[in-house]
Every structure is written in structure tokens, then in C-alpha cells.
């Protein structure tokens, strides 16, 4: 990618007075005159008007509108007939690119071309056959949306931008974080329903239990766990989520940030942030119907529309509707879910658009459980940690079959985007989401004979989010500094709420070679709406301030601020703070990054647990500091990555005397490299690695001290490949993984053995009469591997799932 530039001073003072021109672009003769700058500017740009490299942002809407902006964003005078632009439409537009490739996506499908006249280019209509003279006409580029940049099977499933947090969107390359972005097609070549099977491909995401069976809360970034109440987000406002389970159907993509998100998204642990992006509509109409069948007989069916309508197609909407049950791969499992969401815009003007959403969900699963929990005797309730048992195949239903979790979503966003200057926008944005958990489900304490004990759990418990933001992002400049500012505040409540509460235990009963089924202690099951005894009441008001400078075309500097009050109902909480972030981004050479970081994390105290002798007590908040420096490299048909990262946080533990404490410090260091490799037409290739250091420092007379943390190996690996077999619309798929030993006990004593994965799987394009037909095949887990899930900064294991087999056919009509 060729280094940024940024326009003269001088430019950019002509700019603005032909911005303030842009409400009257129409001539007396019928010509629309989409920029007009100086005549010196003009002689200059003339030279070579569509090579050079510009910023654009330009939201789809009516022709002669983005001519005009695509105009001002490069500096570059623009005529047509304005009888020629009328009635037509332009899709969204972003990215840094030439004139020329700006213009072909602006151009495409209108029938128009964009050609010279001395200092001008000027739009005509294509000439509907060959000859007559000769005239200077830009190459017209063939531009499917979003190509090269959408993560596309045909980029290598490379997305090239996406939203930062308090930053907005940005450039991944130009952006000093590490972040991973996970692409609507990606999701559907996998067939992924879960995290757990999205992000396999990614070393510095732990290995997971999906969804099917129960609750999926082992997922880890980097070793850490994403915060409970604000980890994870929905287009950037918070959704309190007990579990890592929204149904990827209503996503377009899946953004992890990595590390610490302090400045970037606020208050909350360093574990990471989830940022869920929603389908919208799109200019060009959606037709879809999907449908998936698991070996164990449990089936999909997932349909998707979308498009637009009204005056200059000025409305859009977009609708997702899926439903999903049947036979699990545990036996006599159940699965049962059913999700649709909605979501539609309003181009008031082309500078000014509305949008609102909506997405509701159930899922209700049989035959599952909460944990493994190693111990020495098998007996329920003993919680001290001994010698775990081998890994039990993951067919094996462990759990008696009444057994049930259920999970429940619903979230409703709207967002008003006005774009009242050609380089400044204002957003305001408001997000509701209620999230609940109905878990009936025993924890199951073994030995290493497979001699066990349940301990039954029966409980409902509901969360609530309400988050409202407003930001102003905009561009200005200090003499030859450019700077990108960004202003904003932000107001986030977040509510949980329990219902009535029981647990039973059953002594002695059985062994794990083969678990016996068993009835239901409980009359009944835990519903949602019983959950109205709140339990936990946190709110979150905070000021942000950014400003990235861009010190010539080599250098930008990140400084960032967050001042908020945290405030806890019902204990000490009440503090106010303030969460620094200072980056800076060196580009030695076209298509490197060079980059470091520092960012601030605050997160609430934690509570002990109900095991310890001062069970229950509220510890006071948390800072985290986290370093961080790296390199991203981008080709033609490749993108690879690097980071060096150390994150210092407060570390909670119990002592020798059961006494929960967070007196200590957990340090996060290590090493992840990753790249993505288009070698050929026929191959592509990712693959990703990531050496960790999790270890407790600064405890209690050190009994802890260098010992690493309990749940996180030390070595992650993971590679996916994909072949398009020669002369077939065929692509053979295969991945494979590796997760290095992790210790079950704070003193390291015990660990779960290492695992390798392997996956494999096959598509088939073709054709339905004139509708394209997509065919899948994944088998996961092929060997059919016994192995345990763990669960960062925990003795809790779980059954890895084992193979899966999983058939899909999608058209798009």
C-alpha cells in the first residue's frame, strides 16, 4: 500500500470555499460542476489526476452527490451533463486508493466512464460501440463491492479496515492494535456457528466449547477472558452477554480486539473486546436461503433479504430469520433455536442517514453441564483441585438427560449519522440489550477412576444493558500537521438480576466409563422471568478526546484520553478515572507499518467466591497497563503481522487459608505472528502462532510467584489452508491446530494434556438455473480426538466436541 499523503495548505483552504459551493452544483448550460480548484491547482493536478492517492469516505447515495464528494476528497476537478447523473446512485465508498479506482466503483453499472479534458475529468456515457475520435478515457476497472477488501475467498478472507473503538473505523494496517476481523464469507465457508468455530484459524484465541451443548465461557484472548459486562459489544455500544453464543447469522463480521481496550471502548478487563457488526442493507438486493444438517441430525435453516426502495432507493432493510433443532453429537442431546433480526436505514439526505435494529433469540439445550472439576475423592463439593482424569470422548453425554441451559437475546440499536462537513460527522447512537441465562445443570466433581459426584444447580439470572454515545470525528491542520480529532461521551448502565435459587447434591453416583441417568431434584426449571431480584447495578459515564497526527506522510501519533466515573450500587464503588492511550505508527516503506502502544485499563474489583472463607467480598477496582509494539505488512496478494505484548494486571487468587485475595499481579507477555497467503489463483493459505507467558507475580509471601496460570498454554498454533481443484468450481479445505499443556492448579502440580486438531472439508459452486448454489461439506475434529477444553484462570474443564460432520447447501436467488 503506498504511503499516505496529505494535501498542501493551500489546497485545502480552496477545498473548503468549493465544499460551501456544493448546495449550488448546477450551471445554467446543465452541467454539473462537481469541483472547481484553482487554476494553479488545476495545471497541477492535470499532470496525472488519477494516480495519485486519496482518502475517501463517501456513503451511498445519489450520483452526482458522491461525484461531488469524491471531487473534494481528492482535489480533483469533476464535470458531467447533469441530465447524465440523474436518477442514477453510487455505492458506498471507503479507503485510500487512486481517482481512477475510486471512480470505477463510483461509475460502475451506470453506464459511464470518467475521461480527460485538459485539467478536467469529465463523465460521458460509454459509446455504445467502438470508433469515432479518439478521447482520453480512464481504463474502466471491473469492481466487484468490497473485492479485495471485504475478506473475500478471492483477498484470502483479508479485511483491510475496521472500527477502532472511540477512533472509528481505520485502516488495520495504519492502526497501532492488534485486531482481527472475521468476514461474512469466512463465516459461511466454515459453516461456523459459534466463536468456537470461527476463530480456530487464530493462535491468540484459547480453544472453546462451542454452543451446542451448553454455555460457551472458555473463550480467552491472549489468556484472558473478555469482561463480563462490557466485553462485548454490538456495532460498538455494549451488550451484557453471560456467554459467548449471539447467533452469527444476523453478523455481516466479527471484530476481537486484542489486549486492552481502555481508551478504546472504556471501563472494563483487559481480556479483550468482541465487537459484533450487524448485517445492513445493501444497495444491491439480498436474496438468500441457507440450510445445514449435522451428522447427529441437528438442522438449519437460515434465510436472509434484504435491499432497498423509495425515491433514490432512499430506504433499506434487511431481515435474517433462522431456526435450528434436533439431535446433538452428545447422546441423547437436544438443541433447539430460533433468532430473526431487522434492521433498516433512511437516507434522509445523502449527509444525513437514520438506522434501526433489532435482534431476538432463543436457544435451549438438553444434556449438558457446567464443569469438570478434578478432585482427588470424587465427591460432590470438594473443590480442591487434584490429578484431572483423562479426557472422555465428546459423544459422551456425562450429565442425566433433564438437564437444560437456555439462552435468551434481545437488543435493539439506533444510530443517526450526519455528515455536516465534507471532513466532520457527527453520530449519536443508543443501544438496549437484555441477555438471559435459564441453567439447570450439575457441576461434576471425578477423580482419576472416573469415580464422580454431581452437584445439581438450578437458577435464572437476566442482564441489561442501556448505553448511549455521541461522537464528533473530524479532520483539521496545524501547519504541515494533519490531524484526525475525535470527541465524544458516552452514558452505560448495566443491571443483573437473579431469581429464585436451589441446589442439591447427589453423592456417589457412578463412574464416568458409564454415567448413569438420573431424575430432576427440582420440581420445575428456572425461567427468565423470574428473574426480578437485581444483584448487581454498575454505571458508567464517560468523556472521551483523541487526536491522531499524521506529522508528513511517514509518521502518525495516537493520543487518547477517557475520563470517566465507575459506580458500583451497593458497595464502595464510586470512583473516577482517567485511562490514557499513546501510540505512534511508522511507515518505513510502501506496504509496512512499524507500531507501539501503551494502553490503560480500569475494571471493577472481583467478588469472591461463595467457596472462600470471606465469601462474597467486593474488591476495589483494577488497573491494567499494557505494552505493546509490532509490524503489519501488506502485498498485492498477502498480509502478515506481528506483535510483542506484556499486560500487568491485578491478579485474584485464594491463599493457603482459603481466603480470596487480589493483592497479587498477573503478567500477560508474549509473542503472536500471523499471515494470510493468497500463493496462487488455486491456493491460499492463513496461519497464525502465538507464544505466551501467564504467570502470577507479587503474591502472598510468593507462594505463587513465576507459577503460570491455571487454564493457559503456553504455545498455541493454528494453520487453514484452502485448494481450488483445476477445471472444477471445487476448493478443498483443511486446518489444523495445536494447544500446548495447561495447568489445572495454581501450583502447577497437575495439567491437561496437549492436543492437536485436525478439520477438513470441501465446497462446490454451481448453478441452479441462473441462481448461484453454493454446496459445503466440513468435517471437524477429524480423528475423532478426546481432549479437554479449559477454562482460563480455572480448574474447570470440559469435553472437547468430537468429529462433526455438517452438509450445507446456500442459494442466492
Do not use: C
Amino acid at each position: 500500500m503506498t504511503k499516505p499523503t496529505f494535501s498542501p495548505r493551500p489546497q485545502r483552504l480552496a477545498l473548503a470555499v468549493h465544499a460551501a459551493m456544493m448546495a449550488l452544483p448546477m450551471t445554467a448550460t446543465g452541467v454539473a460542476i462537481f469541483a472547481a480548484p484553482s487554476a494553479a491547482h488545476a495545471q497541477a493536478t492535470a499532470q496525472a489526476p488519477a494516480q495519485a492517492m486519496h482518502e475517501f469516505d463517501i456513503p451511498a447515495g445519489p450520483l452526482s452527490t458522491a461525484l461531488t464528494r469524491a471531487a473534494a476528497q481528492s482535489g480533483v476537478p469533476l464535470t458531467a451533463d447533469a441530465a447524465l447523473t440523474a436518477g442514477k446512485t453510487a455505492p458506498a465508498l471507503k479507503g485510500r486508493m487512486t481517482l481512477r479506482e475510486a471512480l470505477a466503483q463510483l461509475l460502475a453499472g451506470s453506464g459511464l466512464a470518467a475521461g480527460t479534458e485538459g485539467a478536467s475529468i469529465v463523465i460521458k456515457a460509454v459509446p455504445p460501440a467502438p470508433g469515432g475520435a479518439k478521447e482520453a478515457v480512464l481504463p474502466v476497472v471491473t469492481v466487484r463491492a468490497g473485492a479485495d477488501t471485504d475478506g473475500s475467498t478471492a483477498s484470502g478472507y483479508l479485511v483491510k479496515s475496521a472500527s477502532v473503538g472511540a477512533l472509528g473505523e481505520k485502516s488495520l494496517k495504519d492502526t497501532p492494535y492488534s485486531i482481527e476481523v472475521y468476514s461474512r464469507e469466512l463465516m459461511e465457508n466454515k459453516q461456523a456457528r459459534s466463536l468456537a468455530d470461527l476463530t480456530k484459524a487464530d493462535a491468540s484465541i484459547s480453544l472453546q466449547q462451542d454452543n451446542i451443548v451448553t454455555e460457551n465461557n472458555s473463550l480467552a484472548i491472549r489468556g484472558l477472558g473478555p469482561d463480563s459486562a462490557t466485553g462485548q459489544k454490538i456495532d460498538g455500544l455494549n451488550s451484557r452477554v453471560r456467554a459467548n453464543d449471539l447467533p452469527l447469522e444476523h453478523l455481516e463480521r466479527v471484530e476481537i480486539l486484542k489486549g486492552a481496550g481502555g481508551f478504546l471502548y472504556g471501563f472494563g478487563a483487559p481480556g479483550g473486546t468482541i465487537n459484533y457488526v450487524l448485517k445492513r442493507p445493501t444497495d444491491e438486493p439480498v436474496r438468500s436461503l441457507s440450510t445445514q444438517i449435522m451428522d447427529s441430525g441437528l438442522t438449519l435453516i437460515h434465510g436472509d433479504l434484504g435491499g432497498r426502495f423509495g425515491a433514490q432507493d432512499a430506504f433499506g432493510y434487511r431481515v435474517n430469520l433462522v431456526n435450528e433443532e434436533g439431535a446433538t453429537y452428545i447422546n441423547d442431546g437436544k438443541s433447539r433455536r430460533h433468532s430473526g433480526s431487522l434492521a433498516l436505514d433512511w437516507r434522509i439526505t445523502p449527509d444525513l442517514v437514520w438506522r434501526a435494529d433489532a435482534l431476538v433469540g432463543e436457544h435451549v439445550r438438553k444434556g449438558g453441564y457446567w464443569a469438570v472439576i478434578p478432585n482427588a475423592d470424587g465427591a460432590a463439593s470438594n473443590w480442591t483441585t487434584a490429578t484431572p482424569l483423562e479426557p472422555i470422548d465428546g459423544s459422551r453425554r456425562l450429565a442425566p438427560t433433564f438437564t437444560r441451559y437456555g439462552s435468551r437475546h434481545k437488543t435493539y440499536g439506533t444510530d443517526l449519522a450526519w455528515q455536516f462537513a465534507s471532513d466532520w460527522k457527527l453520530s449519536l447512537s443508543h443501544r438496549i440489550s437484555e441477555n438471559g441465562r435459564e441453567f439447570t445443570q450439575p457441576a461434576i466433581f471425578a477423580n482419576t477412576n472416573g469415580d464422580y459426584s454431581l452437584r445439581y444447580y438450578d437458577l435464572a439470572t437476566r442482564f441489561e444493558s442501556r448505553q448511549s454515545q455521541g461522537v464528533i470525528s473530524g479532520k483539521l491542520s496545524t501547519g504541515p500537521v494533519v490531524h484526525e480529532l475525535v470527541m465524544g461521551a458516552s452514558h452505560n448502565v448495566t443491571q443483573s438480576f437473579s431469581g429464585p435459587y436451589q441446589a442439591s447434591n447427589l453423592a456417589n453416583a457412578g463412574n464416568l466409563g458409564n454415567p448413569a441417568d438420573a431424575a430432576s431434584p427440582f420440581p420445575g426449571f428456572a425461567s427468565y422471568d423470574d428473574a426480578n431480584e437485581e444483584f448487581g447495578f454498575m454505571r458508567r459515564r464517560e468523556l472521551f478526546v483523541s487526536d491522531t497526527l499524521h506529522l508528513g506522510s511517514d509518521w502518525d501519533l495516537i493520543v487518547g484520553l477517557r475520563r470517566g466515573r465507575l459506580e458500583v450500587k451497593d458497595t464502595a464503588y464510586n470512583r473516577t478515572a482517567t485511562t490514557p492511550t499513546l501510540a505512534a505508527v511508522f511507515r518505513p516503506t510502501q506496504g509496512l507499518s512499524l507500531y507501539g502502544s501503551y494502553v490503560e485499563a480500569l475494571e471493577e474489583g472481583a467478588t469472591a467466591p461463595e467457596t472462600a472463607a470471606n465469601a462474597y467480598e467486593v474488591f476495589a477496582p483494577l488497573k491494567s497497563k499494557q505494552y505493546e509494539v509490532g509490524a503489519k505488512a501488506e502485498g498485492r496478494n498477502w498480509s502478515a503481522t506481528a506483535a510483542l505484548f506484556r499486560l500487568q494486571r491485578g491478579l485474584t487468587y485464594t491463599t493457603s487459608d482459603n481466603v480470596f485475595t487480589q493483592d497479587g499481579e498477573a503478567r500477560y507477555q508474549g509473542l503472536e505472528i500471523s499471515g494470510k497467503f493468497r500463493l496462487s489463483p488455486r491456493w491460499l493459505v492463513t496461519a497464525s502462532t502465538m507464544w505466551l507467558d501467564a504467570t502470577n507475580q507479587k503474591t502472598e509471601g510468593g507462594a505463587l510467584d513465576g507459577k503460570r496460570i491455571q487454564g493457559v498454554a503456553r504455545e498455541q498454533t493454528s494453520v487453514y489452508g484452502e485448494y481450488s481443484v483445476a477445471g472444477l468450481p471445487l476448493t478443498l479445505t483443511a486446518g489444523a491446530r495445536y494447544v500446548g499443556k495447561r495447568p489445572v492448579d495454581a501450583d502447577n502440580q497437575w495439567h491437561v494434556g496437549s492436543v492437536t486438531l485436525l478439520d477438513a472439508g470441501a465446497r462446490y459452486e454451481t448453478k441452479w438455473g441462473t441462481k448461484p448454489v453454493s454446496l459445503r461439506l466440513s468435517i471437524d475434529n477429524l480423528t475423532n480426538k478426546a481432549y479437554w477444553v479449559s477454562q482460563s484462570e480455572s480448574s474447570n474443564l470440559q469435553q472437547g466436541a468430537p468429529r462433526t460432520i455438517k452438509l450445507g447447501a446456500q442459494i442466492e436467488f
